[in-house]
């Protein structure tokens, strides 16, 4: 396995000293593919400081993925962000990277600010945010495991509502709440609540299987259904609900639709795979058509990269987004190529960010027989 040890903060010294031990090399990885790598990593540093906040996140969240410790000096600057993501993002990466830092910053970004009554609409805007954003962490932080299961607990008794909400799913995945307020949820007369209660237990994965399968086939709101066929993809374990994704590709609803598509791209059953087959054949629009390429080529199925390719070329960022994943799904030399491609030229820097990081993951991969 490759494994990167450059220091994001010494790109010079990257870009400047090939034979540095930035990328270890071995037999599975050629020369070109190894200075492609340092190239990406240059450019994961250098927009580590990128004016756009998500840009921002997006980097600090690829170091962990990536396991790059030489990476925790940046990480901890990035814990002084303005933006609550870009903090949430550098404080898991660096848990992922064993600093211990890491998970002290995160619990830092469930609480409250102590404050008084919103005096302004304005107030009350910039209130919803911090709540949004400290549920965010909350959900986060029951990622780490059972050391963080303290603070969620005490999550439970918060002023904010989102917050409870999200502690209880938090505990939910750890296996240590009770699923019982989103099962009652889920029968209530408002769509809203049912939809936010299937978000939850599909987030928990662990209760609610029967009735979410209800939700999808027989609820009123597509909004309800849509949201109980992205919840069924946390039941991988369940041959029913794979029947019931399938089916509801031929909803008359395009978003019930659209959720039983990227559900079935996170499973990996037999079935999935067959219907996920059967749709490309049918040369849907690009949407659907790019999160089937990607999941078939994550699975090991040789796919079609023409739609990829062509889709760099547009100015649809989420198209654009799906276009890079399917690549980065992919270990074709042409899929690298393209990647490269779009690390180097393309004008938002957040695909050349996703690019370089799909690149540097790739290196793990061992060179593909030609």
């Known amino acids: 396995m490759l494994l990167l040890s450059v220091a994001p903060a010494f790109v010079a010294a990257v870009s400047a000293a090939p034979t540095a031990p930035s990328i270890a090399k ?11 790598g340092r190239e990406a990593v240059a450019l994961l540093s250098a927009r580590a400081n990128d004016p756009a906040p998500d840009v921002r996140a997006a980097v600090a969240a690829s170091w962990g993925e990536l396991g790059n410790r030489a990476a925790i000096p940046l990480l901890k600057r990035a814990l002084q962000d303005a933006n609550p993501d870009v903090r949430m993002a550098a404080a898991y990466s660096l848990h992922l990277l064993g600093d211990v830092q890491g998970l002290t910053a995160l619990i830092d970004e469930t609480k409250a600010l102590r404050s008084g009554p919103s005096a302004t609409p304005a107030d009350e805007l910039r209130r919803m945010a911090r709540d949004a954003a400290r549920a965010r962490a909350t959900i986060k932080l029951g990622e780490v495991g059972d050391l963080g299961r303290e603070t969620i607990r005490a999550a439970l008794a918060d002023p904010s509502g989102e917050v409870r909400d999200a502690a209880a799913v938090a505990l939910g995945r750890l296996g240590l709440g009770d699923s019982a307020q989103f099962l009652a949820a889920l029968k209530d007369t408002d769509e809203g609540v049912r939809a936010s209660a299937a978000k939850s237990l599909g987030l928990i ?19 309800v259904r849509a949201q109980a066929a992205t919840a069924l993809a946390s039941f991988k374990s369940d041959a029913e609900s794979v029947a019931l994704l399938v ?6 609803s395009g978003r019930v639709r659209m959720a039983a598509l990227r559900a079935l791209a996170q499973r990996d059953e037999k079935e999935s795979t067959a219907a996920l087959k059967a749709l490309l054949a049918q040369s849907p629009p690009p949407e659907p058509a790019l999160i089937a390429t990607a999941a078939l080529a994550a699975r090991g199925e040789e796919t079609d990269l023409d739609l990829p390719e062509l889709t760099l070329g547009q100015k649809d ?3 654009k987004a799906m276009a890079v994943s399917a690549l980065a799904s992919s270990n074709s030399p042409r899929a690298r190529e393209l990647l490269v491609k779009t690390m180097r030229a393309d004008p938002d820097a957040r695909m050349r960010v996703q690019a370089a990081a799909a690149l540097v993951a790739g290196l793990r991969r061992p060179e593909p027989s030609r």
């Open 26 to 36: 071995s037999s599975a990885a050629p020369v070109a593919r190894i200075q492609i």
């Open 205 to 223: 994965g662990r209760d609610g299987l029967d009735q979410l399968k209800k939700a999808l086939t027989s609820d009123a709101s597509a909004t």
């Open 317 to 319: 960022p989420e198209l």
């Open 247 to 252: 089916a509801a590709l031929k909803e008359k």
